[in-house]
């Protein structure tokens, strides 16, 4: 892939792009030369390569390498941190380092320790759970390692405010109504011109462009009523929903990790 780096205005690695069933996911296929945009020590050199479906890896999930005998698996997820961000390359990062020292440990035994990074920055556990489900099951680990636990609470508490939720999440609920074509407060202009503005991508662009901020809490605001969470303390919202659907996303990973 060619080495866009910081040259390109329009992306980063940092750049986020949305899948199906596990949310977002950092840019794929992305070298980042130079500075690194939201960094507190803006001025340091990174030179950080992403691949495939934005995850630290090598190979292609769809033809994984094979196994080889003494070789021995290791997976790991969680957020931002289990990913690696903060260092100056990817030979820094944690995944790296472990493999590096669990190496150097087993020189004697033979043994050969691949760490494989599938974390995913600013992902809940869930989200770590249906990446495995989906691409974790034909590499054969042989161990599922999880450096994760803040973004579980973290996310849907503080940065969403809504229980069960993931990064970014009511923004996408927001564009859904957005791109409707009607809404409250374009409401004159659909009974103006009802085909323009819902069988157009007019209306969604007004949405976008009058409407975003009211839409948003719209949106939100709907979501927590159908989840019987309007007003729910954080404290409630950690022990009745985060607390639970985090236990829930490790009971069956030991599915996985089995081989």
């Not at 495939?52 to 994984?64: A, L, Q, T």
Request: with cysteine.
């Amino acid at each position: 892939m060619p080495s866009l780096g910081i040259s390109n205005p329009y992306a980063a690695v940092r750049t986020l792009e949305l899948h199906p069933f596990t949310g977002w996911h950092c840019l794929s296929h992305f070298h980042h030369v130079g500075p690194m945009p939201g960094e507190i020590n803006g001025d340091r050199m990174f030179d950080v390569r992403s691949g495939p479906k934005g995850f630290f890896v090598d190979f292609d999930f769809d033809k994984p390498p094979k196994k080889k005998a003494n070789e021995y698996r290791v997976i790991l997820i969680g957020g931002s941190g289990a990913q690696g961000w903060g260092s100056l390359t990817n030979d820094h990062m944690l995944y790296k380092q472990l493999e590096k020292r669990l190496n150097l440990r087993s020189d004697s035994c033979g043994r050969r320790f691949r760490v494989i990074n599938m974390a995913m920055a600013g992902s809940i556990t869930y989200q770590n759970y249906i990446a495995l489900n989906l691409w974790g099951h034909s590499l054969e680990p042989d161990l599922i390692l999880s450096y994760s636990g803040r973004n579980d609470w973290f996310v849907p508490i503080l940065h969403e405010r809504a229980p069960d939720s993931y990064y970014h999440f009511n923004e996408l609920l927001a564009m859904t109504y957005c791109s409707r074509g009607t809404t409250p407060c374009l409401g004159f202009l659909y009974s103006l011109f009802p085909n323009i503005m819902t069988g157009t991508n007019i209306g969604t662009s007004l949405n976008f462009l009058c409407c975003y901020d009211s839409i948003l809490r719209k949106a939100k605001d709907n979501y927590l009523k159908d989840q019987s969470a309007t007003g729910m303390a954080s404290s409630d919202c950690l022990k009745e929903r985060v607390i639970p659907f985090y236990i829930s996303s490790w009971v069956p990973r030991f599915c996985v990790s089995s081989g």
